[in-house]
């Protein structure tokens, strides 16, 4: 997330017209009132997008002052104060929504990938996330996973080449597929196969495959083929071969992840920070309403 | 969702254009390929954004077709088509993630809504949603949520005004507050009053409140409440009131929703739905891969 | 209007550049100067877009400063200052023309307004706008009718539903049309019905419409009609009704404005300041010009 | 206009969502209903902007059929049909308002242009516009004039240059801000100078202006300065001077129009069919709507 | 150039986000450093687009400073330091390579540009530019060709009007063309004719054109040629003829460019600078890498 | 190049808008003509963008049939006819000129990048290009470069990650670098550091570096330091390394890339296509022209 970026201004933008459209009609009663918030965390969790929503705030009016009291990616517990703000009412108000919608969302995607990061500590595995994110929201959801302790996997279909199923189908095989890819993709961008069965697998090592996916495979047959698939690439070394593959799991079943990292592979890949994760749970209080 | 919206179009390829990026890498594979896949549901649950899928895919190739097979806020059961595709392969890929991501987090909120509504059969109040959506997908979330058999609340700030605590400590009162808001609105917009105690309620239907939302009070506290309130509004009506006042009632436990439901209020509205739903899981086969 | 949209900016940024084409040719003869200059009106009427103005220009330069002489919606005289500039002479001139024309229609529109809002003076009765408004400059336009006085009726197609002779017609009857809307609309959103006789008018208050919009019918009919139709609202209170009906003349002919407004409605609607008034005339000065 | 511009299908995409917002919500009446319409004038006048209508309701949806009756800039009168429309509903029914505020808007500017044209029948001299346009339509109600009979004046400041009394005094004279233009201006430009006296417009022609503006001066004095200027330029050929200079007066006194027109000027510029001129009348009705 | 043109500004931050894309993966090494940082020229030529370089590095971050050291259009030597930056190192290096590579474009027409305009010097002959322009940067590749002592030639279609071979065809005859261009263009646009041969230059003059294209006729023909043509309007003069004509010669080939030069004509037009022109090599190098 | 992009769409769109402005004034010519044309190569070369042409014509309107007689990336004779073209005049000759500019300049590349990939044949080695392009075409450019035989290098800042000198001193060394990249980069984007000295090679490869560019180093100490690297890269996959590293040379002086070629690296990189090829000239003739 690259907050000097022009795209993210842009967003940003679209995202407040999108809950001001005409005008908020309540901010007659603000007049030219000054006021001060703070966000307080109801739930506790991993808290991250701060930077974001200074920057959102500027963009409605540069006279809005933001305090970050907790780092990108740190703990919160109930009832800690996450950042102070004070400016402009009408433009105060005017974020709020679209600020916490932004933050809160954010913030439960680390919080639930830190609870599975953790369950991989003491390994070498690492958590990488997936293409299913909410639409619109890919660059800052997956920075939101690596906020949770996580990495990220291909940001889009341009990034890296994943051959799946029906790729290799339709090219005509395996080895028709990796190079018909090969021949076209820019030479840093890695091409990884998705394998559904040991032999599709070892295939795509055999071709030259920089990553491969194994989905939905029990961790005993993982467990089995990985120190295969790490041999064949040392053998093909030989042969002209890269001497190294990264190899991921997908489709695991969360209670026996710990099972999957110690088979050898390097990621665990999972969706579930993205696809179910609840929000964390923030509130932005006004600090003239308590008076 | 008016499915003819400019402003449609512009969302469609902005998020296909961040699947995309600088091209697919992998559709080298692909060469010139008509495919043909199809949708199933790999969970029970609501199925909405048909139509949105099928513009989608229109947008990336004219040639896609796509033959809908269940209908918007339809159940599907595991292992039920949903909706069958087939058009140049390329373009079936390119579309895939982006179209399943959008469909999965609307069928993801019209389950859970269904669920929630489902809990209120029988009575006449109606769930209602709120502004927590998804930043840039508001008009979509929304909709799922009726698909799921909800109601909207305001679609943003400019469509109903809602004078909060903050509001009325800055315009200094409830009455100005109202005053202020009722001479800038215009006349179809509705004025809410978010209420946190009885007095403040009561107080909100004397000025003249089209709404109150009655905020984290327990279903007790509403049910003595409620009677008082529309007993206003009719006295009121003799000295020019509105003789009408909806009554909605927010951060409801959802274990006492029907104790809610019987309290003569007329919404109760929830954003859980938008933060705590998971997505619904859907698989896109392409018919080759089987073969 | 609220400023600190960012909508509002790239709408001020399409309209300098629409001016500014491939760049000004003329700037050449201004070389680095600095230069101060004016607003003088030209005829006398009601000035708005004051703050519209000066954002417009800080759009081009930041280096510009405008001093508002004249607050929002107040009336100026011939020969009056408007507003003062100053700042980098080729911006000033860049953005004069854009800004001028911008204010002149704004202004022309609250004048025509303020007009006939004059002639509703002593009344209860609002003068309200209409959908017939400048493509891309609805929210400007109507926010210069309430600088004029008047009161804005809905914001678009998605604010309130309104149906009219051909709705009724396509869902069946009033009765079908009014379920339908209801059962999509968010509940904040009220429902209003254009009547073209008094038997259209009786029903719609009978089926729970919000307003009823009395369209082309005299101050006499309307004298008769508006009774009935508060006793129906009245009436219809025990059986569920709303207890509130908001009753509006439009199509009225502006020589017995004063008669419509003592036939006991609440609005008279009228699309004239928008499709009949003539911009306000106001020149730009420029100091230097002078000596 | 250029019917193929990409740059006129964002802007009717642009105006049709702002009317449409987040969805039409009467639409929901109008089920999946197929309709058929027409325009018809309620005033007499010349009509413009048939085909940007057809364009706009395609934009919506391209089952919509449109048939123009009346071409481009011809006249109609009261109660003739201009256009019949049929297709879905509830895209008719969205594109309504905006096809119609497009269309009376320019049809309004036609008329006016048309009826100033007419005092100058008979005579050699051309109406032209200005830049006095509303921001965002400038190209199509230039478009508008010249349906009217007018011919357009320069389309924006990258046009043609065009110095005025504060270019030059910030040049140091009229000599240097000639000089200065014509060093950085394309060679297609031509350089007009807005001259307030005689002398000014003296000078303008000695320097190579290939137009003067002679900026409220009465009609005697444009008839004694007329030749003078004439002469310059046949003089000034002899000294490698263009041989041709555009007379422009603006500033006219509508009725001395034709006073003016006699002076051997060439054109009369004028701003009234964009500042003053009212929309020309025009109603859409549906069909079923009548049975 | 306006440098106030909003259209630059969207134009810098599209150049910007298309080599940032999701965000600099390399940014992670420089932490929150500050750097300073200078541009030197590797090859000797003309340099523009410093202000261009300036506000591009603002629109990542406004707390970069540029200090420009070589003016616009001013040659540099190899080795000579163009300017000086210093600011955050993240924003330094994410603009770097958008920057040069926007810098040493035009600075490349510019060079080759001055190199044609040397060979013209002692004549009053300019040399003009053409259409031929890289999409997306026609307005900086034409300041770029005035940077390097060139006149630009029409900005693009609206602009000035080119009959070419096809046009007259579809027309029936060069009368017929100019007559229906005169009487749509707007009257500040000049009217050119494209000539294939003598005859048709003849021709086009007698029609009034304003401008004759000579295009790949010898330049012993055109100097035989272009004293008939200035008779031609000065004897047109006595028919209200313009009494002025533009002679451009193209299709030159750059061995007989002065030959052509001594004709009589008033430009020769050339797409050289842009279509062949090499980058001026620059190098943007860091204080901190040196020590 | 996706062509079902939707961004395309826009960049296409965009580069139309450009050349027509307010509308082709020259058009009026053209009445409602019907006309056909063909593209001929005025050079020999490599034609690229067939594909790209045809969707711009689509894009101004769909009657237009491109049909291509090249296949993209194909070599081209002097007057060998490219492409043919018919549909309706006006839209033909709007889009004639940003088509050609389009494909001229892409062809220009692919032209120049052939040339040097035949130096290149019978080695393994393969031409890289560079982040050298022209802002804005980024991804066309880098398409023209595989057309003319080469592969392409990252995409942007945000495809793999690139140490240079700077990023190494304000990290505090390579491996501090490597490190701080490594953990926040996509798994599969790989870290590539560009050396300019045999020992910051050394270095670059025992931190895990994936590729290693070799800058400006004569061929024979890139002969010498290749199999240094390799042996670092086997000997490291004992402790845990990649086996594998991609080996580059940057700065190549033209006169010795076969010498290079034979030095066992893997990619010679050069942006000498985009920064220093001439356009490929094409023509684009009308047939009723040649009538």
Not at 105 to 131: F, M, N, P, Q, W
Not at 152 to 157: A, E, Q, S, V
Not at 239 to 266: M, N
Request: net charge neutral.
């Amino acid at each position: 997330m690259d907050l000097f970026a022009p795209a993210l201004y842009r967003h940003l933008d679209s995202w407040l017209d999108e809950d001001i459209g005409r005008g908020d009609l309540t901010g007659a009663a603000l007049r030219n009132c000054h006021g001060s918030a703070y966000w307080v965390a109801k739930q506790a969790g991993i808290f991250c997008g701060g930077q974001l929503v200074e920057r959102l705030f500027k963009r409605l009016d540069l006279a809005i002052n933001v305090r970050l009291q907790v780092g990108e990616g740190k703990r919160v517990s109930v009832g800690q104060h996450i950042l102070e703000l004070e400016g402009p009412a009408a433009a105060l108000v005017a974020g709020e929504r679209t600020a916490l919608n932004l933050a809160m969302r954010l913030s439960g995607i680390a919080t639930a990938t830190s609870t599975l990061v953790s369950e991989l500590s003491g390994t070498s595995v690492r958590l990488a996330d997936t293409r299913k994110t909410t639409p619109g929201l890919r660059t800052l959801e997956k920075y939101a996973f690596r906020c949770g302790g996580g990495i990220n996997h291909r940001f889009g279909l341009d990034h890296a080449a994943m051959l799946k199923e029906n790729h290799i189908a339709w090219a005509g095989g395996i080895e028709a597929a990796f190079a018909a890819v090969r021949k076209h993709a820019p030479w840093p961008s890695r091409i990884i196969v998705e394998a559904e069965t040991p032999e599709q697998a070892e295939q795509a090592v055999r071709v030259g495959a920089d990553g491969v996916l194994l989905d939905e495979m029990s961790y005993q047959v993982i467990q089995t083929l990985v120190p295969k698939l790490r041999e064949i690439v040392q053998t093909g070394l030989s042969r002209g071969g890269s001497g190294q593959v990264f190899l991921e799991a997908s489709g695991v079943d969360p209670r026996f992840i710990r099972a999957y990292a110690s088979t050898g592979i390097d990621f665990i890949s999972t969706s579930a920070p993205m696809t179910r994760s609840p929000w964390l749970d923030i509130s932005m209080r006004f600090d003239n309403a308590d008076a």
